[in-house]
């Protein structure tokens, strides 16, 4: 048997009716730009993310540009990044001009270490942005502590994180403002591109909603040079059905990530992930560390089960920044080499689970 990466045709086949019902509603209403279904849905994230606003946009990366962007963050400001994540957090600071300055993970989490901020801190230092790397929150009150004593403005990058928790209170609602990913294989995950920003501030709201717009919150008036990133209306109806498997599918991952650290817990093959006491994590990702990650992965391939690695090359390391003299990152260089995702998706069975875990053991 094949064990995929991922495999989703069972939770489309279980919703397809529904989908393609969402979808229809869009089609007849003859409002296809900014309609109901994406005003229904921002509401509806709202509230599932425990934030007063949300605003849809077209895709993560934009939910974070436009962030900042809202937040007045420009040319000259410095932007405290995390030393691994996807390339899209730092491209969002560098698509407004400012500059991302990586701050080391916590070996642990793998999110931003708290600890390491303040020497990161200048005088051009404006914003944070935490990420919720592989659906583990990072530690927020710490970051917020920081942020409240240097005035900084604080954006998580939630793209891997709906519906995960730091001490109950959910992601997107703890920084100033939050971005999202509904990218098709993100947990909760679109047919195709979206993202949403939430925020407790409505000041930030509406200016965010007036930069996806053209920078016009009356029709024809341009109160700034704004942007064309809309939620999709058709996405935002399929969003709308989606959004209510989020909860069952967090638990069946969570459910499949028990099973994969009850059954590997005395292996001595590979570091499993960790969940922090005060985290729920969600597991976009089930990411083991090992120091022959390469060769692990060409066993299990021949055991006939995929895996990937997220990410091989660290964005300070990535060509895109070159040249911009970022030193090295030891922590993150290290994730970069040791990483190895193992199979999960919330459908994966345990039959499925235990036959990577009888790979692994056999390497
Ligand atoms: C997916 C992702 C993004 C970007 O989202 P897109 O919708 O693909 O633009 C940003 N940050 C992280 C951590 C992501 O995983």
């Not at 989908?19 to 279904?37: F, K």
């Not at 920078?215 to 024809?220: D, E, L, R």
Request: charged content about 20%.
């Amino acid at each position: 048997m094949k064990v995929p990466f991922v495999d989703f045709r069972n939770s489309i086949a279980t919703n397809r009716q529904e989908i393609l019902d969402a979808m229809a509603r869009v089609v007849d209403s003859g409002s296809v730009i900014l309609g109901a279904e994406t005003a229904a849905f921002e509401r509806n994230f709202a509230g599932i993310c425990g934030a007063g606003h949300c605003v849809g946009v077209g895709n993560g990366l934009d939910a974070l540009s436009l962030s900042l962007r809202a937040a007045g963050v420009g040319p000259g400001d410095e932007v405290i990044v995390p030393s691994q994540t996807f390339i899209a957090s730092w491209l969002a600071v560098s698509h407004v001009g400012a500059t991302p300055v990586p701050v080391e993970i916590d070996p642990l989490t793998y999110t931003l270490d708290p600890n390491r901020i303040e020497d990161a801190l200048t005088d051009r230092t404006r914003a944070v942005m935490p990420v919720h790397l592989f659906g583990h929150m990072s530690d927020m009150d710490a970051i917020m502590d920081i942020a409240a004593r240097r005035d900084l403005f604080v954006l998580e990058d939630a793209a891997q994180a709906h519906g995960a928790e730091y001490k109950g209170r959910r992601a997107g609602s703890i920084g100033h403002a939050a971005g999202f990913s509904f990218y098709p294989t993100k947990n909760l995950g679109a047919l195709g591109d979206a993202g949403a920003v939430t925020t407790n501030d409505p000041v930030l709201a509406e200016r965010i909603r007036s930069l996806r717009n053209y920078g016009s919150a009356k029709k024809y008036h341009h109160d700034e040079v704004g942007f064309n990133s809309r939620l999709d209306e058709v996405q935002a109806a399929i969003l709308n059905v989606k959004l209510r498997y989020l909860a069952d599918e967090n638990d069946r991952r969570r459910d499949v990530a028990a099973q994969y650290l009850e059954q590997l817990a005395s292996s001595s093959k590979v570091q499993l992930p960790v969940e922090a006491d005060w985290a729920r994590h969600v597991y976009h990702l089930f990411v083991v560390t090992l120091d022959r990650r390469d060769a692990l992965s060409e066993h299990l391939k021949a055991a006939g089960c995929d895996s990937l690695i997220h990410y091989p090359i660290t964005p300070g390391g990535s060509g895109a920044y070159t040249g911009d003299g970022i030193g090295a990152q030891p922590i993150a260089d290290r994730l970069a080499d040791t990483a190895l995702s193992l199979p999960m998706w919330p459908d994966m069975s345990a039959q499925q689970v235990r036959q990577v875990v009888h790979a692994i053991d056999s390497f």
